[in-house]
């Protein structure tokens, strides 16, 4: 069933972009505004024909959660799912312009796995980190602060906490019963290369970056992140990061849960469309919301400075250096992609934030060839 646009009239007039602390915030709740694509300078009938183009572009994927995470493991040397998961239900997205609503479909305060998404709120957990001085220099290994014995073999003690943000650190290990080569996607029995001279997207090490980070706080980052972020932008209550079953740690003297930096093997960030466009509203604002800077603004061009050995991916975003990954979208664009076509797409250059779940992949750069298409004269 068709699922229809939602789109609020207004007055009819161009909308400039305005600097963060001039920009519209929306309020805690559901009291966004919305806005007449009009007047946020989009073509109405194109913008809709995006939307209906994202609604009959699902993914190809089994409703039934467990069957599909069977197939997409089914290859691996170490395929035990290891979190928490639930099935799926239908498309939804949210299109912001100037932090306003154009455009919604489908449910967008049911919340959902989203994969890989959860990467960039790590990223973002390791920035507020530097931020705050608890790691003085990401290019200092990570085991001067980290003493749990992860980083002390010869491999491992030159691994830096860039590497581990960038997927070049090699790590070796296992970790919550899963070692490195679970994952090793370049080749399950290839040679390891020295710590940052090679890329590999690792969900073993993203882990293993998220232990490290949660040593490093001494706190669970499900509160960093709430207290430092979500409540700041007036995110839901409904959203959730979880850990494996085992995943648990001593930190001062209580066990606390370390999380996953993604649903690979289950748990993960789980949020709300909505709740995500929030956080993707707050890298497009630079790191401001109503006037507090929560996350720095020199964290942010860090995190999305291209890695030399993968240009298109920073500290656990992805890019579009040189329009390489997205050639509809603009190059100054950058990503949270998790699988299942969950994606926050971040365009400064069209002041713009787009979130969607469950589109087809092999689709994505079509719809935003069409959201771009939208914006008259862009």
């Known amino acids: 069933m068709r699922i229809p646009l939602t ?47 994202a609604q009959q572009s699902a993914i190809p994927w089994k409703h039934d959660l467990a069957a599909q995470l069977a197939l997409n493991t089914a290859k691996e040397p170490d395929p035990a799912i290891l979190g928490p998961f639930q099935d799926w239900e239908a498309p939804s997205g949210i299109i912001l312009r100037h ?96 710590p940052g001279t090679f ?29 430092y972020v979500m409540d700041p932008i007036g995110a839901s209550d409904t959203w959730r990061w979880y850990g494996y079953y085992n995943a648990y740690t001593e930190i001062g003297g209580r066990y606390v849960q370390s999380v996953s930096g993604g649903s690979h093997w289950g748990g993960g960030i789980w949020a709300s469309t909505r709740d995500h466009a929030r956080f993707g509203y707050l890298l497009l604002r630079r790191g401001a919301w109503s006037g507090r800077q929560l996350l720095s603004e020199r964290w942010i061009d860090m995190a999305t400075t291209p890695t030399p050995l993968r240009p298109v991916y920073g500290y656990l975003w992805w890019l579009n250096t040189d329009r390489k990954q997205y050639p509809n979208a603009s190059g100054r664009s950058f990503f949270a992609l998790g699988a299942g076509g969950n994606v926050i797409w971040i365009d400064p250059s069209l002041d713009m934030v787009v979130v969607v779940r469950w589109l087809d992949p ?15 004269g862009s």
Do not use: C
């Open 99 to 194: 932090g306003y609503i154009v455009a919604e479909w489908g449910d967008t305060r049911r919340v959902d796995l989203t994969f890989s998404v959860a990467k960039s709120y790590l990223s973002t957990v390791a920035g507020l980190a530097v931020d705050r001085g608890l790691i003085s220099d990401i290019g200092q290994p990570v085991g001067t602060l980290v003493k749990d014995g992860g980083f002390d073999s010869d491999h491992n003690r030159t691994i830096t906490w860039q590497q581990l943000l960038t997927q070049t650190s090699e790590w070796e290990g296992t970790l919550w019963g899963k070692p490195d080569v679970a994952d090793r996607r370049a080749g399950y029995d290839r040679q390891l290369h020295e």
């Open 199 to 227: 890329w590999e997207y690792n969900d073993v090490r993203v882990n293993r970056l998220a232990l490290s980070l949660l040593r490093v706080w001494r706190r669970p980052l499900p509160a960093v992140l709430k207290e």
């Open 7 to 53: 789109l609020t009239a207004g007055l009819v007039l161009l909308a400039p972009r305005l600097p963060a602390q001039q920009a519209y915030y929306p309020p805690p709740g559901d009291a966004w505004e919305h806005r007449d694509p009009r007047t946020m300078n989009f073509d109405p009938a194109a913008l809709a024909e995006a939307v209906k183009f």
């Open 362 to 376: 092999a689709r994505f750069n079509d719809f935003a060839g069409k959201v771009v298409a939208a914006v008259a």
